[in-house]
């Protein structure tokens, strides 16, 4: 199962940076490219422990639908967010933040597995991994530049 890893400092207040990054709206915003969009659940507002969202976008020219819920959640340092029905065999984003001397180290880990056995190794494997950690480091700079403005 592939995992992303990434770590981005951010010259900003461990609470923003947290409460940005729950973000319905900024999500909505940073995802842009792909068109994203809540259809569904909590769609605007900062997102809490317990909350779930159903997402619409269009990756690689496809639609596609997937409800997220917020499953773990300790204000300002961390919280899980966790695919409940959508694309991906398993989704499980972990959000990390920790103050430092010039703000908030953030880190994102990410599992996945994509569905259908050894072809959805194979795509993770070709293509997928790259494409995901690409959105993940784009929505990361699109909120260190929102934060640090």
Not at 84 to 109: A, C, N, Q, Y
Not at 125 to 149: C, F, I, P, S, W
């Amino acid at each position: 199962m592939p995992v992303i890893r990434l770590e981005t400092v951010i010259h900003a207040p461990i609470e923003a940076c947290f409460d940005l990054s729950l973000s319905v709206d900024f999500h909505v915003e940073s995802m842009d490219p792909s068109g994203e969009r809540a259809v569904a659940g909590v769609t605007s507002g900062v997102m809490e422990l317990g909350d779930q969202v159903a997402w619409a976008a269009r990756h690689f020219g496809i639609p596609v639908r997937m409800t997220s819920l917020i499953s773990a959640y300790e204000r300002p340092s961390f919280f899980v967010d966790e695919q409940l029905r959508g694309p991906f065999k398993r989704w499980r984003h972990e959000h990390w933040f920790e103050s430092v001397d010039d703000g908030t180290w953030m880190i994102d880990v990410v599992e996945f597995a994509a569905p259908a056995g050894p072809i959805g190794i194979l795509v993770e494997q070709v293509g997928l991994t790259a494409y995901m950690a690409k959105l993940l480091r784009q929505r990361n700079t699109h909120l260190k530049a929102a934060l640090e403005t």
